[in-house]
């Protein structure tokens, strides 16, 4: 479990966001993928992912208008990223979490990520942000199991 974290605030513009997506201070090669959201009382309300940010820059009826080949899109992301600037955490935040506590075990960590195609799970105990529990960390982890 990592217990140094960042948190982004639900009216946190997606402008700023993404800055935190790329800290200056990370290790090289080192990235941020998701994030988790708290309200001003410092409780969990959200995850903010790299995948929220794919869900709001892609065409919202493409199921419609048919296959992405069958666009024209020049100039889509860059309108597209143009308008996502004044969106908020909150309104493209996932909501519906997955959380552990410091005690649940490491193959259950690896059961719910494959389950539930998460790569991030926070550790709460009794409503309070311990860490979090990244799928890369889990895997070092096996892996220096499997060497030794």
């Known amino acids: 479990m990592d217990t140094h ?18 800290p200056p201070h990370a290790e090289k090669g080192s990235r941020i993928f998701g994030l988790m959201v ?3 009382q410092g409780q969990l309300v ?3 992912s790299m995948y929220d ?15 992405m080949a069958d666009l024209d ?5 860059t309108e597209a990223c143009q ?3 004044s969106i908020r955490v909150g309104d493209i935040m996932t909501t519906d979490l997955i959380t552990i506590t410091p005690d649940t075990h ?6 719910i990520m494959i389950k539930k195609h998460v790569r991030r799970i926070p550790v709460l105990e009794q409503g309070k942000i311990l860490g979090i529990v990244y799928i890369s960390k889990v895997f070092d982890h096996l892996l220096e199991h499997l060497v030794n």
Do not use: C, S
């Open 38 to 40: 708290t309200n001003d």
């Open 53 to 67: 940010f794919f869900l709001l820059l892609r065409p919202k009826h493409i199921h419609i208008w048919g296959e």
């Open 83 to 85: 308008k996502a600037k």
């Open 106 to 111: 490491m193959l259950l960590i690896v059961d």
């Open 5 to 22: 974290y960042v948190t982004l605030n639900p009216q946190t513009p997606i402008a700023e966001a993404v800055q935190l997506f790329q």
């Open 46 to 48: 959200g995850m903010l």
């Open 73 to 77: 899109l020049t100039g889509i992301i």
